[in-house]
């Protein structure tokens, strides 16, 4: 997947209320990185931001709710995509974004309890879902516009292109203990854009 994903500390204007969401979804962030989802209480979570218990059930109402809106928070305020002119820049840039994100010690394990718990909830899962769409969208077009300039086959499908980008680093992160470095995504975005070029995300590809 994809992603791209929220620049851990990134802080927001806004009034009242998008300061307690942005309290909340921190505090939120916090708690399901220390312990999953398991361990995500929402007095708990009102207690860590300060906020009143009364502020959190009304507003997210269970655990899978605020994860809910923590992942479409992220999603938002994840940087939009880079376009350096050419496929495997852009590809690129993807993936080392996702890295960095990944990479970071609150936001791996944050992305790692989700994932966890998006197997056996399915709010959670439909959440997770949402997001990795949200981001898949927001770096297809850098794949339809190497189509356009003539760099992969006509019928390439530009969402699989980046899902194969993000792939591997999901992959190393949930199963190994190696980190995530640099040379990682640089491979990973290579090795997708060769096999765009190839045409191995093209609708024949798929059809055979």
Same mark, same amino acid.
Do not use: H
């Given at each position: 997947? %994809?992603?791209? #994903?929220a620049?851990?500390?990134t802080?927001?204007?806004?009034? /009242?209320t ?5 309290a909340?979804?921190r505090a939120?962030?916090?708690? &399901?990185a220390?312990g999953g989802?398991?361990? @995500?209480? &929402?007095?708990?979570?009102a ?12 507003r997210?109402?269970t655990?899978?709710? @605020?994860?809910a809106?923590l992942l479409a ?8 995509r880079?376009? *350096?002119?050419? $496929? $495997?820049g852009?590809? /690129?840039?993807?993936?080392r &974004?996702?890295?960095? %994100? $990944?990479?970071d010690? /609150?936001?791996?394990? @944050? ?10 909830d399915?709010? *959670?899962a439909t959440a997770?879902h949402?997001?990795?769409e +949200?981001?898949v969208?927001e ?5 339809q516009?190497a189509? #356009?300039?003539?760099?992969v086959?006509? +019928?390439?499908?530009?969402h #699989?292109v ?6 591997? @680093?999901?992959y190393r992160?949930l199963? %190994?203990?190696?980190? $995530?470095d #640099? ?5 990973a ?12 995300? %093209? ?6």
């Open positions: 997947m %994809t992603s791209g #994903e620049d851990p500390g802080v927001r204007p806004g009034g /009242r998008a300061r307690v969401r942005e909340v979804l939120a962030g916090d708690a &399901l220390e989802l398991s361990g @995500l209480d &929402l007095a708990d979570v207690r860590r931001a300060e906020v009143g218990k009364t502020t959190v059930y009304r997210w109402g655990p899978a709710g @605020l994860v809106d928070d992220m999603a938002e305020q994840s940087l939009p880079t376009e *350096t002119g050419t $496929l $495997l852009d590809l /690129r840039a993807n993936a &974004l996702v890295r960095r %994100t $990944l990479a010690p /609150r936001q791996g394990a @944050l992305f790692k309890a989700v994932i966890a718990a998006a197997t056996c399915a709010p *959670t997770l949402r997001f990795y +949200t981001r969208e770096w297809a077009p850098c794949v516009q189509v #356009e300039r003539g760099e086959p006509q +019928t390439t499908d530009p #699989e980046i899902r194969a980008v993000s792939a591997p @680093l999901y992160l199963t %190994t203990g190696a980190p $995530l #640099e040379a990682l995504a640089d491979r975005a290579e090795a997708a854009a060769a096999a765009a070029r190839a045409g191995v995300f %093209t609708t024949a590809a798929r059809s055979r």
